[in-house]
């Protein structure tokens, strides 16, 4: 809390004009509110055959509350920035395609770790997932996920997008995703990398989608990865 605290002072005290800084300050305070919640117990995470397997709790009130927070906090983000409007890409105009585009990236996420899965018993990859828990479930992946989204492939992706192309921007994106992950991996947990390979993979496929539809196809893609790896239904 203190060093959220300090955070928050930082920003406040930032000139209007500055950017880079503003970003560095919103990507840190999620990846220190989202690190600190880990050791908290609001999800598990594992490995078994060199993927990532995770977990939430099987309380359908708390999912939807972190959801709603989540969502909340995002807005607030998003109102309070309102100079880096012009970063965030939320859609391309074919909304069919851009959707189709979002499942498409969560099913070419989603196909190796199943693979994988296939070979390890559900019980040493977090065991079986109650039904009345995956419609929170699938809310909380999706709102929660929207956050990151925004942070990264919104506005990092589309600052860095200016300054040095779509593609090389895209790539940008997935590193500084998957580096933001390295204290998960490493010091909240024992993982290693196995979180990072991940978080790399899946980055690069948001920040793909991101790039061709925007920020709510690859919130798509990202929610429904994360839902159907922690839902028990592969």
């Not at 851009?98 to 018993?121: R, T």
């Not at 956050?147 to 040095?164: A, C, D, K, T």
Request: hydrophobic letters at 55%; a positive charge; one cysteine or more.
């Amino acid at each position: 809390m203190p060093g959220l605290l300090l955070l928050i002072l930082a920003y406040l005290l930032l000139p209007k004009q500055t950017v880079e800084a503003r970003l560095f300050i919103l990507v840190l305070g999620f990846i220190l509110i989202r690190d600190a919640m880990t050791p908290l117990g609001f999800w598990k995470l594992g490995a078994a055959g060199q993927t990532v397997w995770l977990r939430f709790p099987d309380d359908g009130w708390l999912l939807v509350t972190l959801g709603v927070m989540s969502l909340i906090l995002t807005f607030g983000i998003v109102l309070a920035n309102k100079r880096l409007l012009n970063l965030l890409f939320w859609c391309g105009k074919g909304r069919t395609a851009s959707a189709i585009a979002g499942l498409l990236g969560a099913l070419v996420v989603v196909v190796p770790c199943a693979l994988i899965y296939s070979f390890i018993d559900m019980e040493a990859r977090g065991g079986a997932v109650p039904a009345y828990v995956l419609l929170p479930l699938l809310f909380m992946a999706l709102a929660g996920n929207f956050m990151e989204e925004v942070l990264f492939r919104g506005y990092l992706q589309g600052y860095f997008e200016r300054i040095s192309g779509p593609l090389k921007a895209a790539l940008i994106s997935a590193i500084l995703f998957a580096s933001g992950h390295i204290f998960l991996a490493l010091t909240v947990t024992d993982i290693g990398a196995p979180i990072l390979i991940f978080t790399l993979y899946e980055g690069i496929v948001c920040a793909y989608v991101r790039m061709k539809y925007g920020i709510l196809p690859s919130t798509l893609t990202h929610g429904l990865a994360i839902f159907t790896l922690s839902s028990g239904l592969i």
